[in-house]
């Protein structure tokens, strides 16, 4: 779970996996919402199954969806499970709840299952509460990210294309000019 080298190198490689697929930026927007909702359910464990069954009934990229996930990681799992869990609980009672964001995290991990179920029932309502905006957020980033970045790699390549053509029929216009000369003597 933790990376390797440091974060923000981790950062940059999802960044570059997502831009770098192949399909159409609403599709690889969708897989990648996709993955960050399912990382707002305290479902720990299933997340994979979860993107990949929201993306494929959207009709969403699997691999962006599994790289959507990477938004929840050791570093933001905290914050997400301790804020689902507060949204849930002003849904659910009224009021906040008493856990602190460190109780949320530890008791989420360690608790045993009939006490964990009174713990996900706020943080799964929660977990939807903040979990479909963010998911709609990164849709629009990833999808713009995605539409800039093909339109670039294309330019790119008509680019070289054309030089590789021009570089051909000017080199034919030599090696004619040249067999023209030699010929004529």
Same mark, same amino acid.
């Given at each position: ?14 960044? =570059? ?7 159409s930026p609403h599709v690889v927007a969708i ?15 299933? $997340? ?44 659910? $009672?009224?009021h906040e709840g008493f856990l602190s964001m ?7 991990? $360690? ?9 996900? =029932? ?35 390549m008509a680019r070289r294309t054309e030089k ?16 023209? =000369? $030699?010929?004529? =003597?």
């Amino acid at each position: 779970m933790w990376p390797r080298r440091n974060w923000w190198r981790s950062a940059q490689y999802v960044s =570059k996996r997502v831009l770098r697929l192949s399909a159409s930026p609403h599709v690889v927007a969708i897989g990648f919402a996709a993955g960050v909702f399912a990382s707002f359910t305290p479902f720990i464990g299933f $997340h994979f199954v979860i993107c990949f069954a929201i993306a494929y009934m959207m009709g969403g990229n699997m691999i962006a969806a599994a790289l959507g996930t990477w938004v929840g990681n050791p570093i933001t799992f905290p914050f997400i499970w301790f804020y689902t869990y507060k949204a849930g609980n002003v849904l659910l $009672h009224g009021h906040e709840g008493f856990l602190s964001m460190g109780q949320v995290s530890r008791q989420l991990l $360690h608790l045993s299952f009939s006490n964990l179920v009174e713990l996900l =029932k706020p943080m799964t309502l929660g977990g939807f509460m903040l979990g479909v905006p963010a998911a709609i957020i990164f849709y629009f980033i990833v999808r713009r990210l995605v539409f800039v970045y093909q339109r670039s790699r294309l330019a790119i390549m008509a680019r070289r294309t054309e030089k590789r053509v021009l570089d051909k029929v000017l080199h034919r216009g030599e090696s004619h000019g040249e067999s023209n =000369k $030699h010929s004529g =003597k």
